[in-house]
């Protein structure tokens, strides 16, 4: 019986064991595509900006309340002390009375009021012009998300490659160590030799570890970026290669049009235009109009009581004179307006120097990534001529050195011109404003960038 008791214990010990361990899980491997979409979905600021144009929504419905009229019930009720009445005369022997014991009364009215100029479809339109305006500044806000979420994952992407860059050193410095420690136990080589490649590698082992927690903070980021709480492996996207580039004014024409703070810029000068027709109304008339129903009641009723009426009214309301306030907010309306339309046209040249800076960017960057890769291969071929030799005795430690410097230089060269070109690309696409278009599956927002 012991003996069961004990195996069932075992067993129990194994299955708890089993059960507590944890299982290992593979790691979320995400794309360019998948962390922006992950970006508008959970990023704090993408919802703060969502809330901005909830928030600009309600000013429509409060706008459009002033059209309505406005209902109004009310009512009362007064107890008095006691009833009193006027001194007993020939007409009224009892006297008359002067306060009854309580009152009553309730009613129900309808009031509007309205301007002669219209001011209150003006102050419609401004709210309507206003929301168009905050749903573009919230899509140029996302442009610019997405263009940091690019240029973040680009960064780790970069960060592991010069990590890769710093082991291949590592590697081949641990190689040139060993064929050094080599010569100089058959005396073709001095002990400076094999210091001089302890040094380098020292130093190279430095680098990767520079290299990689660059490259943790940089994947540190990029979760705080899109609202992750870590990221363990991204796959790399192949982007379009070295392709034909349309004119230059191509690309501003299209900027000009999808933009979308330049049309929200547009919409704030549409209401700087409203808010001067709307200062201008204030120098006409108001009209307010009322009806109400209206019941009292008292204990003891008076023979004079009215218990019901039924009224309406027409008011006209027009200021001659308040100071000059309303002159003043005409001059300042129209002053906003001439504001409005500068910024405006300082933005959109603005926008045609930021994609002619982009464009030339992007024509640099093909350009550096085609002469790189030249220089890689002479690098390479280079390195590897100069180890052999240096394997013969035909080449000393310091060609060693010089060939793998120019080797790993060359190396991060490209690998850096490589992502700032695959950057550019959609920094042309932000720049245009289409880059949240494209990412949101528009088909308005294709790229002037020619080839796939």
Do not use: C
């Not at 890689?376 to 310091?398: C, E, I, K, M, P």
């Not at 060693?400 to 070109?421: F, G, H, Q, W």
């Amino acid at each position: 019986m012991t003996r069961f008791k004990k195996r069932g214990w075992a067993m129990l010990a194994v299955l708890a064991a089993l059960v507590g361990s944890p299982v290992p899980l593979r790691a979320e491997t995400y794309t360019l595509q998948d962390l922006y979409r992950i970006a508008l979905r959970q990023s704090e600021k993408v919802r703060l900006s969502e809330e901005n144009v909830a928030i600009t929504g309600l000013t429509k419905e409060k706008a459009l309340s002033v059209l309505f009229p406005r209902l109004t019930a009310y009512g009362g009720y007064v107890r008095f002390s006691e009833d009193k009445y006027t001194e007993p005369s020939r007409l009224f022997p009892s006297g008359q009375m002067i306060q009854p014991n309580a009152t009553s009364q309730w009613g129900v009215r309808l009031d509007q009021s309205f301007s002669l100029s219209a001011r209150e479809l003006t102050a419609l339109r401004i709210a309507q012009t206003s929301i168009e305006m905050t749903r573009y500044t919230d899509e140029a806000f996302k442009n610019l998300l997405l263009e940091e979420v690019a240029r973040a994952y680009y960064q780790v992407l970069q960060a592991r490659k010069i990590v890769e860059i710093a082991q291949a050193n590592v590697e081949r410095l641990m190689l040139y160590r060993q064929a050094a420690e080599k010569r100089l136990k058959v005396g073709e080589a001095t002990r400076t030799v094999l210091l001089r490649a302890e040094g380098e590698l020292s130093g190279a082992r430095s680098d990767l570890l520079q290299a990689q927690n660059a490259g943790e903070m940089a994947r540190a980021y990029l979760a705080r970026l899109v609202g992750l709480p870590e990221i363990e492996a991204l796959r790399e996207e192949t982007g379009p290669g070295a392709t034909p580039l349309d004119p230059l004014d191509i690309f501003q024409d299209k900027a000009f049009r999808t933009r979308a703070d330049l049309k929200a810029m547009d919409r704030q000068r549409q209401i700087a235009a409203d808010q001067v027709r709307y200062a201008r109304g204030a120098f006409w008339p108001n009209v307010a109009l009322t009806a109400a129903y209206a019941r009292a009641d008292q204990e003891p009723a008076a023979a004079t009581l009215n218990r019901e009426s039924l009224y309406g009214g027409v008011s006209l309301n027009f200021p001659f004179f308040e100071g000059g306030l309303r002159t003043a907010e005409l001059q300042e309306a129209r002053r906003r307006e001439t504001q409005a339309e500068l910024s405006y046209q300082d933005l959109k040249k603005t926008i045609a120097i930021e994609v002619r800076g982009v464009y030339l960017d992007l024509a640099t960057q093909r350009g550096v990534v085609a002469f790189l890769v030249d220089q890689l291969v002479f690098a390479r071929d280079n390195y590897q001529a100069v180890s052999r030799q240096f394997s013969f005795g035909l080449a000393n430690s310091v060609d060693v050195m010089d060939a793998n410097t120019l080797l790993v230089s060359s190396e991060r060269k490209l690998a850096e011109a490589t992502y700032s070109y695959h950057l550019s690309l959609l920094r042309m696409d932000r720049a245009m404003g289409i880059l949240y278009r494209k990412t949101m599956g528009d088909r308005q927002g294709t790229s002037p960038i020619a080839g796939p």
